[in-house]
């Protein structure tokens, strides 16, 4: 196994480019949709070069559980027919895409990363994937998830650990972890993700890609394996913002819009980050210093509720995954990993009333996040308290503080989980070489504006 | 102490009637309203009463917690002077009603039944006891309730048990025990309860007088100490069907209006009592034969989802209620009787998990009972499994099946409080010369067509 896949540019479909060797690292949709309806490349070939990716680069990232070869080539062949034949479906007519392992895709595997789920075969697919197939994206297989979603880390999965392109030792973060992955290493422009606690963020700034949640509710959840129903949320993981956004408008349900959001001035709040979580602070003045870039007002917000918040998260997410599982748990406990079982056993004995309080708790801080969101347009602050820990590390030193390294990843991103608010994870540069990002939040309903800003810091 | 006041009906406030001697026994409130407009009567003369009539019978009945003299004289004096100078407030205007003591009255005691309580006062009028206000209903004073209205039998609470105009040796039912006993033995025409799993209609049902738990919602809790926020109901109790509406419009911000239902033929369906709890036969056979008035088509209905509501029901409440009383319990439980205190304690072992999987079973029997409310316009069954238990009395027999008086109690009224639909009782008959209650559950919005036929059956 190669220490890193940073300096490796050989093969057919490398671009050449320092950090991947896949044929999508670089490439914007909107690019690959022109060079189709140019007829410079067609569909057929984007999957081909998809599927040619993941064979040359997944045996060390296992982004990928699952490829669908054959219903790939037949969508990209079936997306050209119908280009040829004048149907346009938009933007994303004729894109690769993968899903993450625990959203239902007819006919394929969906493991949701555990030994329950082995031989687990959709029969249907999730709301989000048949939105995106009557845009036109090719499905071409299903990412590496953390077991069912629940942990930030990506190396506990049934098919074995997600591993980061830019460096194999390391954790891609998850849960979303082979969609960071893939999209990262170029295998794929754009995957699905899903994030209760920032499972498509922490990939996304773990692996140094685009990552958004959108504000709850706005993309459904039918036919997404629920970890937590109130927190759960759909996302994208892309190589650009403009990709993220394109993809969100499908998903969504919103027509296909050029942006009107342009260079205004932005007024955005500053999160300590340390306020929340103590972070690496070299994490946190690369992802400040990512922010002067002109036409961005910053001040300083400090949340007054962080352990309110603390609370509700913790109990909503303990006492919503439990309830999903408790069967499993008591009847066939040796087929989860000891981590997620240990955690899963430990959110059992959330108490009911905990739950009740947490309900309140969750209200007072939408009201307080709602509040700071009238005073600046934007929140912003590392998504991560640290870079990409290695695989099975579970202890980290930061800042001379030791904590965990689950409380270092989903630190700064489960609060906009429990607002409900969308967030997206931008590359901010980088520390000691591996990729670091910058989280933005924004209002519901002004996703274009978090988009437009998010496009501007991007590096 | 007399062994029951059925047969006392000396003194100058009695009626002469069989089950009282307070002077509003049998006395509507528009009769009684026609009176004060005719200048029979004034405000002042029915505060007297009131206020004679618990001096007379609250040594026995103990049903009064507080009673508010000064303040009753001085506000029927106030509604005497409204009327006299034109301004009729309406159907309320001048008529006494007692609060129950967890319900805040400004500048009363509400001791909530408590010691935790005991000297508490309340600085402003919950939403419900200002909508009497500004009708021009008179405050008298403050009803017994069980303490912290956990529990459906009435005998605990600071002040001691309410005890049963029919048998003072009995229990009056709960939690809004004082004001069943207040209605029944004519100390006021109306007074108010709360109604989480049965608290207003249980001891509608064992004093023998009309109960009225509105849908959920529709009277703001506001002010009300919570039990179990997401089952509370402020109710009324009232000595018939047409007293019920007319402070449930007022209540629930709606103009007084004659009711408009007459005698078109109904469908009811008839749940048979023991699918939900085990019944005394003599009660089901009472409370069916007062369905047999004509006019009723009467069809059995059988719901099926009774385990999953007993799940729901009794971990919405534990979770619910718990979380209310965790640091009085941690802090003072000296201060809880044995009763309370064990059952709050058993109530914070209820898991997370299961109030998140009991809200998913309140959603499936709310949808039951909609369907089951969609073939028939109402559901009728007794209103309680057993007449008055004795005081302090905690097993019962129930047709030779040993059971908990407490389950016999809220049996048959919980389903509604869980299913939120507008639910009275009403008086059918008697059993061993103890009242026996119908009870009728109809669509929420349309409740005028519940209290016509409630009236339509109440003996």
């Known amino acids: 196994m190669s220490p890193s896949l940073i300096s490796r540019a050989g093969g057919a479909l490398s671009t050449g480019t320092q950090h991947t060797t896949g044929f999508f690292h670089g490439r914007t949709i909107d690019e690959l949709g022109e060079q189709l309806r140019r007829e410079e490349l067609r569909a057929v070939d ?7 990716a993941v064979d040359a680069l997944d045996g060390e990232l296992n982004a990928v559980v ?9 969508a990209a062949e079936e997306a050209d027919a119908e280009l040829s034949g004048g149907l346009d479906r938009g933007p994303l007519h004729g894109i690769p895409v993968a899903v993450k392992d625990i959203i239902d895709v ?5 493991t949701m990363g555990s ?7 959709s029969t249907s697919d999730a709301e989000c994937v048949r939105r995106l197939r009557v845009a036109g994206a090719v499905i071409i297989g299903k990412t590496t998830t953390h077991e069912f979603a629940f942990g930030p880390t990506g190396d506990r999965a049934y098919n074995g650990p997600s591993r980061n392109p830019h460096d194999p030792g390391r954790m891609t973060g998850g849960s979303s972890g082979g969609s960071g992955a893939a999209v990262a290493a170029g295998m794929v422009p754009l995957a699905l993700g899903t ?3 920032g499972s498509v963020r922490i990939p996304a700034s773990l692996c140094g890609v685009a990552g958004f949640k959108p504000a709850h509710g706005a993309v459904p959840t039918d036919g997404v394996f629920p970890l937590s129903r109130s927190l759960d949320h759909v996302g994208v993981l892309a190589g650009s913002t403009a990709d993220c956004r394109l993809a969100y408008r499908v998903l969504a349900g919103l027509r296909p819009m050029p942006s009107r959001e342009h260079g205004s001035e932005v007024s ?7 306020l929340l979580h103590p972070t690496d602070p070299r994490i946190t003045g690369v992802a400040r210093a990512a922010l002067d870039v002109g036409g961005i007002d910053v001040r300083e917000v400090r949340p007054s509720g962080r352990e309110g918040m603390l609370r509700a ?5 303990f006492s919503e995954a439990h309830a999903v599982h408790a069967e499993r748990i008591a009847d066939a406990p040796q087929l989860f990993t000891d981590d997620v079982l240990t955690i899963l056993r430990l959110a059992g004995e959330t108490a009911g009333w905990q739950y009740v309080r947490a309900l309140g708790e969750r209200a007072d801080w939408r009201a307080e996040v709602a509040e700071l969101l009238g005073e600046v347009e934007l929140l912003a602050m590392p998504t991560t308290c640290v870079t990409a820990p290695e695989i099975d590390q579970r202890e980290i030193e930061v800042n001379g503080t030791p904590t965990s390294v689950r409380g270092s990843l989903i630190g700064l991103t489960r609060p906009w989980n429990l607002a409900g608010a969308p967030a997206i994870s931008v590359p901010a540069g980088t520390v000691d070489g591996l990729p670091v990002g910058l989280q933005l939040v924004g209002r519901p ?7 437009a800003v998010a496009a501007r810091v991007s590096r």
Chains 1, 2 share one sequence.
């Not at 699952?66 to 037949?74: F, I, K, M, P």
């Not at 007819?106 to 969906?110: C, D, K, N, Q, V």
């Not at 955005?268 to 340390?274: A, T, V």
């Not at 998260?313 to 997410?317: E, K, L, P, W, Y």
């Open 445 to 451: 309903g002004q996703e274009d504006r978090l988009f």
């Open 195 to 197: 994030d209760t606690g």
């Open 46 to 52: 984007l999957a081909t070069a998809a599927l040619g």
């Open 115 to 121: 030994a329950h789920f082995a031989d687990h075969v």
């Open 66 to 74: 699952t490829l669908d070869r054959e219903g790939a080539l037949r």
């Open 268 to 274: 955005l709040g500053w999160i300590p980050p340390d």
């Open 106 to 110: 007819a006919g394929l595997r969906t």
């Open 313 to 317: 998260f913790g109990a909503i997410q």
